[in-house]
C-alpha cells in the first residue's frame, strides 16, 4: 500500500507544483466569470424579469439577484470539473513521452495500482480545487445576501463535487490513454476548453439549444453534476421566490425558471431527477474506471 501511496503523492505534488497548470486548469471557470462580469448576468437577470412580469412589486429583488449568481457559480464548479481532472491527467502523457513509464513499469508496482494512482491523483486535485472554489463562492454569496441553504444543503454540495470529480477524471482517463504525445493532448485541451462552457450550459442554458443539442450534451456526466449544483445550491432561493408569490401563479415562475436553466437534464425524451442522475454518473464513473484499468494494460508493456 505504500507504493500506492508513494506514486499518488507524487502525481499529486507535480500538478501543484506546476502554476501555469493549475491556472490554465481553471481557465474555462476564468472565462466563465468574466463574462458574467461583461454581459452574462445582465441577459440572466433581464430574463428573469421578463419572466415575472406582473409580480415585480412580489418578488425579492435580492432573492433575483442570488439566484442569478448561484448559477454562475454552479458554472464555474461545472466547468472546473472538467479541466481540472484533464490537466492533472495530462502527466501520463508526459510520462510517456519521457520515457518515465518505463520506468513506473518495471518496479514491482502492480499495472492496478500504477493507473489507480493517476486516477487517484486527479480525483483528489479535481475535488480540492472545487472545494476551493465552492467555499470561497459561499462565503462571497454569503455576504451578498441570504442564499437559503441549511448546513445539509452545503455538504451535499460537496458530496456533488465528489462525485463529479471522481466521475470526470474516470472518462478523462479513458481519453487520455488514447495520446501518444503532449502535443495530441494539449490540442484536445484548447477544444475541450472552448467547448465545455456551451455543453454544461454556463455561457447559455441547454434550454436555449434544440432538442438533439440538449440530448447530447446531457450524455456528459458534468452536466448532470452542474444540474444537480444547481438543484442544492437555490433549492432554498427558489423556496422563497415561490413563498413571496404564494401561489398566485400555482408554481409556474419557479418550474419556468428550472426548465430555463435546466435543473434537470433530459436526454432523447427521458427526464432525470437528481437521485437518477446520481445513478446516471456513478455508472458512467464505474464503466470507465473498467476500461481504463483493461486500457493501460494493453497499451503499457512492460519493456
Not at 488514447?178 to 490540442?187: H, R
Not at 458534468?222 to 422563497?240: E, F, P, Q, R, Y
Request: with cysteine.
Amino acid at each position: 500500500m505504500k507504493d500506492f501511496i508513494g506514486f499518488t503523492k507524487r502525481n499529486l505534488l507535480i500538478y501543484f507544483k506546476d502554476v501555469l497548470a493549475i491556472f490554465f486548469s481553471l481557465l474555462t471557470s476564468i472565462i466563465v466569470f468574466v463574462l458574467y462580469l461583461l454581459f452574462l448576468k445582465g441577459t440572466f437577470v433581464n430574463a428573469l424579469n421578463d419572466t415575472m412580469r406582473g409580480l415585480e412589486n412580489i418578488v425579492n429583488s435580492a432573492d433575483i439577484e442570488m439566484f442569478v449568481n448561484g448559477i454562475l457559480l454552479a458554472g464555474i464548479l461545472g466547468s472546473a470539473m472538467i479541466t481540472v481532472p484533464y490537466t492533472c491527467l495530462q502527466m501520463i502523457v508526459k510520462d510517456k513521452e519521457a520515457g518515465v513509464d518505463c520506468d513506473i513499469c518495471s518496479t514491482p508496482l502492480k499495472r492496478w495500482k500504477i493507473i489507480l494512482s493517476y486516477f487517484t491523483a486527479s480525483s483528489i486535485c479535481a475535488f480540492i480545487m472545487n472545494s476551493i472554489i465552492l467555499t470561497v463562492g459561499l462565503i462571497v454569496l454569503n455576504c451578498m445576501g441570504d442564499t437559503h441553504m441549511t448546513a445539509a444543503s452545503v455538504a451535499s454540495c460537496y458530496g456533488i463535487i465528489l462525485l463529479g470529480s471522481v466521475s470526470s477524471t474516470a472518462l478523462f482517463m479513458v481519453v487520455m490513454l488514447l495520446f501518444k504525445n503532449s502535443s495530441t493532448s494539449t490540442a484536445f485541451f484548447g477544444i475541450l476548453t472552448a467547448a465545455s462552457g456551451f455543453v454544461i450550459g454556463a455561457y447559455i442554458p441547454l434550454s436555449q439549444f434544440s432538442g438533439s443539442v440538449q440530448s447530447f450534451c446531457n450524455l456528459f456526466p458534468a452536466s448532470h453534476v452542474t444540474s444537480m449544483i444547481k438543484n442544492v445550491l437555490l433549492s432554498g432561493v427558489a423556496d422563497s421566490i415561490n413563498s413571496d408569490i404564494n401561489g398566485l401563479d400555482n408554481g409556474a415562475f419557479i418550474s419556468g425558471i428550472k426548465d430555463t436553466f435546466s435543473f434537470n437534464a433530459s436526454t432523447f425524451g427521458f427526464n432525470f431527477q437528481t437521485s437518477t442522475s446520481v445513478l446516471y454518473v456513478a455508472a458512467i464513473a464505474l464503466i470507465c474506471i473498467a476500461l481504463m484499468t483493461f486500457a493501460y494494460n494493453k497499451t503499457y508493456r512492460r519493456k
